[in-house]
């Protein structure tokens, strides 16, 4: 009979305490959510994001049991609040608002992140899209893509374009539009997207790349629309060209479409990922819910865990080495 050395034993004893728990951990993540979940926006409240936000955590309490909050951290292009939730606990009670801005455009925008955009963060879900609009300010002597772009290569430097921040889809867009033709402007770059708009409403900025989601503004004339960067026109805005519409897709040859995802910490045991994978498509498949999206112009995008993962690796391939090409660091 062979007798135990204490390292076995305590080996053993280890092994049979940890058997022991695995009931308690899965019963644990079975009756997940027990308690309320954070869900951080990188954004200000009352942008379009923030909408998103708001209408899909109201949906996630009904079908979870448990108030789902919404908390707005903006700040620095939405680094702020992903930075926070980087370093929440990987158990799924904090949850972000993520997508094609935050978690890819931004990695050409700084030199160095504070969190590692798919080593930190996995795609709970996807979410929704939203097409993007060239607006400008309603005196600008300007009515269409054209007239604009001539304008800015009569009087180079001269006139303005805001954003919500260094490395946003607004910035990239259309810092990539402005180099595609050969002009030039200076960019103005905003904490929030109300801030900017508010300023390119009152004249003190010249133009901006506004989301559908904004529609108002441009419906009723307060600003004036030029041309959406979708492959078709966008129900809400039926007269804006797209560009391929305008002519200059054979010099601007990317169509940008903002993505937004519910990410959770990267580690987050699967069958909680999986849990609010559920929620959030009983949400994409509410009528009201949907309604919501259509109004706000919104356009559903749901799908699996390995959907929202592939989509989310596949744009990260290709967007980054054209961001990091443009050179928008201080730009």
Known sequence: MSILSRRDAARLSLS????????????????????????????????????????????????????????????????????SVARAPADGYTILLGGLTTHILMQGAVET????????????????????????????PVTDL?????????????????????????????????????????????????????????????????????AEPMRNGSIRPLVIFSDTRAPALPDVPTLAETGFNNVVRYNLEPWQAIMVRRGTPDAIVARLNQAVAATAADPATRRRFEESNLVPFAGSVADGEAYFVAENTRWVPIVRGMGLIGR
């Open 113 to 140: 992140l504070p969190f590692d955009p798919i080593g930190d963060f996995a795609v709970a879900s996807l979410l929704s899209k939203t097409p993007l609009i060239l607006a400008a300010n309603k005196d600008l």
């Open 146 to 214: 054209a007239s604009l772009v001539a304008l800015l290569k009569a009087s180079p430097g001269r006139y303005t374009f805001a954003s919500a921040g260094n490395g946003t889809s607004g910035h990239v867009v259309t810092q990539y539009l402005v180099d595609a033709v050969g002009a030039e402007a200076l960019h103005v770059p905003y904490r929030t997207s109300a801030q900017a708009t508010t300023d390119l409403l009152t004249g003190r900025i010249d133009f901006m790349v506004k989301t559908t989601a904004e």
């Open 16 to 83: 049979a305490a940890a058997t022991a728990l695995l009931p308690a951990a899965a019963g644990a993540q079975g009756t997940f959510p027990d308690r309320p979940i954070t869900f951080v926006v990188p954004y200000g409240a009352g942008g379009p994001f923030d909408l998103i936000a708001r209408v899909v955590a109201e949906r996630m309490r009904q079908d979870l049991g448990r108030p789902v909050v919404v908390e707005n951290r903006a700040g620095a292009g939405g680094i702020i609040g992903c930075a």
